[in-house]
């Protein structure tokens, strides 16, 4: 965009990655929230994820003090397709991950970066940072915990779960962090068939088993307006975070998490949501396992690969 200034020599560049889809609501604020940012160099990265509200309009015609780069995705395949799509397209050191209706303060980016570099500093060899998170309020009250819930457990030793005494935590979050893209390229950017849920889980446990780490920093807030687990779902984006938990829970079943997590999660996801009244909805996941199972067997032959190697390693 015109107008944007040159990076400044000596500093990492870090990219934000914003995925709008029918977010339009929400721009004016997320500008003002970019706009405002201390840390530079600093870019944004938007990817119009076939948005039909406005969203990409709003973003071609309110330019920031910060070069803005728009790619477009022509169908709507969920958040993790479009992060890979930005993905492809950065060479940068660093990306921000922010949902567009997050709000946060001019020093996120900075104390982010800071954390990042404090953290690295204090690792054994062969340990790097994998990423780092604020802390989240919701409507002016504390919101998701950044670790598992108590029935949550990893199976293999040394696979962090929990929130450790230096604030180390299990992964990033998916509403707002700063990530490695090193990371990422190692990982093959983001599992498409997790999507819309269970991507940080997904990513966090395959990052530990090659020696990343993941912080949050206790006194730096954004706030997030959590909804309930699927309110305002419906149709093919309900469906489509749905069969995310349940390729996540397979895929890391019995490898790098125990079947006692996946069996309490499964268990959970169909009557909390209902799901477990509607035959029609049972029988359209049978068929959707069916489908994916040449998939989901690959999937789970690479994890293998990996815990395998570090094993090795």
């Given at each position: 965009m015109p107008g944007a200034p040159p990076f400044p020599v000596g500093r990492e560049v870090v990219t934000?990655?914003?995925?709008?889809?029918?977010?339009?609501?929400?721009l004016d604020q997320l500008w003002r929230d970019l706009a405002r940012q201390t840390y530079r160099p600093l870019e944004v990265l938007v990817v119009d994820n076939d948005s039909h509200d406005g969203s990409a309009e709003f973003v071609q015609t309110h330019p920031l003090p910060l070069p803005v780069r728009v790619v477009h995705k022509a169908r709507n395949e969920g958040v993790s397709p479009a992060w890979n799509l930005a993905l492809q397209?950065?060479?940068?050191?660093?990306?921000?991950?922010?949902?567009p209706d997050c709000i946060f303060p001019p020093e996120l980016v900075e104390r982010l970066v800071e954390c990042a570099h404090e953290k690295a500093g204090g690792l054994p060899a062969g340990e790097m940072i994998g990423g780092v998170s604020p802390t989240f309020l919701w409507k002016g009250r504390p919101g998701a915990p950044l670790h598992g819930s108590p029935h949550f457990h990893p199976k293999q030793r040394g696979l962090l779960n929990g929130v450790a005494p230096d604030g180390e935590i299990l992964s990033?979050?998916?509403?707002?962090?700063?990530l490695s893209t090193g990371l990422l390229r190692r990982l093959g950017g983001w599992d498409v068939q997790v999507n819309f849920g269970g991507d940080e889980v997904d990513v966090g446990l395959q990052?530990?088993?090659?020696?990343?780490r993941f912080y949050t920093v206790g006194d730096l807030t954004v706030e997030h307006p959590y909804a309930p687990r699927f309110a305002g779902k419906k149709g093919a984006q309900l469906r489509m975070r749905s069969d995310s938990i349940w390729f996540s829970l397979l895929k890391h079943g019995g490898i790098t998490l125990s079947w006692r997590t996946v069996a309490f999660e499964m268990v959970t996801h169909l009557f909390w949501n209902q799901f477990a009244r509607s035959p029609r909805v049972l029988a359209s996941q049978l068929v959707w396992f069916v489908q994916v199972a040449p998939v989901l067997s690959s999937r789970r032959r690479q994890l293998r690969a990996l815990w395998g190697s570090r094993v090795c390693g």
């Open positions: 934000v990655i914003v995925v709008v889809t029918f977010d339009r609501p929400h397209q950065i060479q940068d050191p660093w990306i921000l991950l922010v949902s990033y979050h998916g509403a707002c962090a700063l990052a530990q088993l090659l020696g990343y």
